[in-house]
Every structure is written in C-alpha cells, then in structure tokens.
C-alpha cells in the first residue's frame, strides 16, 4: 500500500466554473484519486476555493455583498457542485481560513529569514475616489497604438500592445469609472526566486517522468528571455492575508496583504490542517503527509492542473517550499492539461459562453459528463467540446455499450432463469476463456494507464472491455442455445451477469453513480479490484437474487442536441 496526496489546482472563488476548468484539473484528480482508493492505497485528497485578491473584491461589490460573506457563500456553492458532480474530496477548504493565513505568515517569516525576501519601491497608479491603488489592469483608457477606448493598464485587448498605465489616453478606474488618479509611491515584498533558479532547474531535470507539457513550461519561464524573476508577493489590497513576518508585525507593510499566487498554493498544506481539525485529529495527523521529518518521505504527491498554472507551481510554489529550508514535501509528479475548448471558439466565464458546471447538472447526471470529459481530456493537445461529439459519446458509448449489455444480460435472465443468478452449464466454453484471457490483459493494461494517469487511454481501454463483453454476448447468443441446451444458456449468462460485476467495479472511478446502481441491482458489496480475471467472474453464486436496473444511460435525440446548441451559445444571465 502507497500513501498517496493528491491536490487539484484550487478555482477561484468569483462564481462558478465552466467544463473546462472542471477537466483541467478536479476531474482527473478524482478520477486518480478513486483508482488509487480502489487499489487499496491510502489517500489524501484535498482541494479548496482560492479566495483572495482584487477580482474576489468586484465580485463581492457587484454582488452587493460583503467580500467575505460572499466568498463564504460561493465556497458553499461551489462545493455543492463539487459534490453533484462526485468529486471525492477528503476535505473541500478555503484560502482565506485561519490555518492558511498562519501558515503563509510563516513561509514568509522563514523565507526572509533565509534572505529571500526583499523589500523594493515601486510607482503604482493611486484611485483617490476609490481609495486605492489600482492593478494595471483595472486602470481603462484609450490605447495610444490603435486608439480603442477600452485598453487595460497592461495591455490592450484590441491590437495586444503591451502597455503601462501611464501609457493610456484619459485613463480612468474601471471599478468605479474616476478619472482622480495619480501615480504615488509604494513597497511592497519580492520574493527572491532567481536566487533558486539553479535549485530549481536540477530538480526539474530530475523529472523525466513528467509530461511533456508541464517540464517545457517550466524550462521556458526558467531560461528564456531574462531568465527565471523575482516575484512581488505584496499587495496593496484590504482583502486577503496581513502581511506578517511569522506571528510579528513587519515594519513598512502595514495594510498590505500577500499577493494571491503567493497564499494560494500554501492552502495545500493549510487544507491538511484543516481535514485534521475537521475531524478532531492532532497535527501529527497532517504533518504526516507533508512533513518528511513526519513521515511525508513516504508519501506520493501528485498535482493537477491546467497549462496556465503549470508557472506558479513548478516555480513559484517549489521555490517558496525550498527556500523555507523546512522539511516540507515537495511534489513528485505534476499532470497538467491543455485546454478544453467549446464548439470552435473558447469557454468564456465573462461572456458566458460555453456550458457550466451548475448549468450541466441541471441538463444530465454527473456521469454523462465525467465519462465524455474524461475520454476527451485535453492531454497532449486542446481538445474541443462540441454537443455533436458529446452527443455521439453519451449514445455510442454508455447507452450502446455498456447499457445495453446490462439491458440484454439481465432482461434475458429474468425472462427465462428469473431474477438470480441461473445455476448449470458448469463448464466454460473456448468462446468464454478466450474472452477471460482479453479481458485480463485488457485490464493490466487498463492499470498501467490510471498508474501513468494516461487519461485518455485508460478510458479508451475500459470501454474496449465493454465492447469485448457485446462481442461474447453476440456470439454466445444465449437466446438461441436456451432453446436447446438451456445449461449452456444459464452457464454463459451467470458469466456475463459477473462481468456486469466486474464492470462495475473497474468504471467506478470513470461513472460512480452507474456503478453503484450496477452493483445494488446486483445485490453485492464486493467491490474488490480485480486482479485475476478469471476468479472475479465466478464471485456471484448461482441462486443470488438481483434486480433489472432502470435505463442506466438515457440517449440523448437530435432536438435536444439542437436546443442545447443554441441554449449555450449566447451570454449566460
């Protein structure tokens, strides 16, 4: 048995995400998260709401909430969908919690104790209506380059010039539209990253086992250009975690916060803290997984995340972790994802375009959308969402496959034996054996690809066991042996109702819901993975009652795909 840690790259806290942030990062995470439980593993598996920073501030003030009352209401919301959507996180916690703001105190208070910390000035755009310095990109105004009047502080989305504020014609605060600005003076904390940045490159050498895409990221933020920079990890912001050097004051930085790619990774660790507390448990308990004088030297880490935050956390985050001298555990393996795009253009939360998760739910259960999601996986490329290919997923694979064989095998066995497992027929046929022998060797192969969390391919190769149990059940075709040997007909359907079993237990991590519903028609709580195929088929007893589930998958017909289309190609309300 491994120890195994698993985190998922935390969404922001300002409203709910859309498929494609579901499967860059939360989906496969649990996806990993289930197989390793399955395979008898320990595992910790934790995720948060990363609630710190400007935007959480004009969401809040859109909204017309406080900004942490609506933070404490869209973490509500956003673990609810979390849950319909099965995500099987040991605890679901939050940036802005205590144990955060104490840990991310302390990295600090250690990093500059270590003298990678530094305190440097800066000139910074000051709102006096908004009484506020402003991020670059919350200062509007017209571009000097292309003349568009709603050029961004930092660049301009209309010719992409690159810009700064000083840059812009007439620029105004876009919070409030105040055109009383003025550049003052200001310090803020930089964390001094290109001090490690030979650390870093050799423990990134080190991983030859990662994708591809995650080590080409981290190598161009480390060389190209100037090189891996130091990082600014203060804000000038009322919403976040007080600077604080550990548990003292830090003279200069008062009414500033840490910058939210600073806090926000550390809510891993903090997330621990917070599992134990929730469930009484001292910190040894936690320390345990993170910790290496504690134990964590024992421990798996795995991330997960999609290509955009692949920077801060092969850099940033090792950096802060290393740079602490702490024993901390450091991550073992990252999976990154491309992204998910929707019917030829790109997801949008502002524009609303695309499906999201709430949306999802309200149209189909969460296992429709896990299997399409994760057999489509934005691996070694973007991958696109169309409702066309959806459709065609949903129908060819879960309604035509793996439904419909349930349906036949169990509809027929009712029929014609009742509804238990018929007894006769002990012998298995060539037909039978040949079929243990494909589904044994499909099946290691399956593993090896959950193992290498190769998404794609372990969904590729679960459903060629599907379609290897329609191909048996044709061939056997037990509606015409019953006629003349009903134990051959009874042997060869006690056969496949097992392999419904078996189904069952190795799809669990793709669709949970339909395996439980396999397995409570069934009438079984044997749930063990699989090793030897052959002994798996014979775990259901001739004379075991079962039930005919209801339609496991629902196809989806063309005037709903043509509604759909239409539904979710506009601006979301």
Known sequence: ???????????????????????????????????ARARGHEVLFLCATDEHGTPAEIAATKAGMPVEEYCHQMHRVQAKLAAGFRLSFDHFGR?????????????????????????????????????????????????????????????????????????????????????????????????????????????????????????????????????????GITRDLHWGVPVARGGEPWPGMENKVFYVWFDAPIEYIAC??????????????????????????????????????????????????????????VVDYIKSFNYLTYDGGQFSTSQGRGIFMDQALDLLPPDYWRWWLLSHAPE?????FTWDSFQAGVNKDLADVLGNFVSRVTKFCRSKFGEEVPEGGEEITERGRALVAELQE???????????????????????????GNEFLQDAAPWSTFKEDPGRAAADIRFALNL?????????????????????????????WPTDM????????????????????????????????????????
């Open 1 to 35: 048995m491994t120890r195994i840690l698993i985190t998922s790259a935390i969404p922001y806290i300002n409203g709910v995400k859309h498929l494609g942030n579901l499967v860059g990062s939360q989906l496969p995470a649990d996806l990993y998260a289930r197989y």
């Open 95 to 231: 940036s802005s919690s205590m144990q955060n703001r104490r840990l991310t105190q302390h990295f600090a208070g250690a990093l500059a104790d270590n003298g990678l910390m530094e305190e440097r000035s800066e000139r910074q755009v000051f709102s006096i209506d908004d009484d506020r310095f402003l991020p670059d990109r919350y200062i509007e105004g017209t571009c000097p380059n292309c003349g568009y009047d709603k050029a961004r502080g930092d660049q301009c989305e209309n010719c992409t010039k690159q810009l700064e504020p000083t840059d812009l014609i007439e620029p105004r605060s876009s919070l409030s539209g105040s055109t009383r600005l003025e550049v003052r003076e200001t310090k803020h904390l930089y964390l001094l990253q290109s001090k490690l940045k030979g650390d870093l490159a050799e423990w990134i050498d080190s991983k030859s086992d990662w994708p591809i895409l995650t080590t080409s990221i981290a190598r161009k933020w480390l060389n190209d250009g100037d090189g891996l920079q130091d990082r």
């Open 272 to 329: 621990a803290a917070e599992w134990a507390d929730a469930q009484g448990l001292d910190e040894e308990h936690w320390w345990r997984w993170w910790r290496t004088d504690e134990g964590a030297d024992d421990v798996r880490y795995v991330q997960f995340m999609g290509k955009d935050n692949v920077p801060f956390h092969t850099l940033s985050f090792p950096a802060t972790i290393m740079g602490s001298g702490e024993p901390w555990k």
């Open 380 to 384: 070694t490329s973007d991958s696109e």
């Open 442 to 468: 499909r099946l290691e192969t399956y593993c090896k690809h959950m193992d290498a969390i190769e998404v794609r391919r372990a969904a590729a190769e679960l459903r060629a066991m599907w379609v290897a």
């Open 500 to 528: 419904i079993r078996v189904y069952a237990v190795i799809s669990a991590p793709f669709i949970p819901d339909a395996s439980a519903k396999l397995l409570e028609a069934l009438r079984t709580e044997e749930t063990k």
């Open 534 to 573: 052959e002994q798996a088929l014979l775990r259901l007893p001739a004379g075991q009652g079962f039930v005919v589930p209801d339609t496991l998958f629902a196809k989806i017909d063309d005037d709903q795909r043509e509604e759909w289309k239409v539904t979710f190609a506009g601006k979301r309300d």
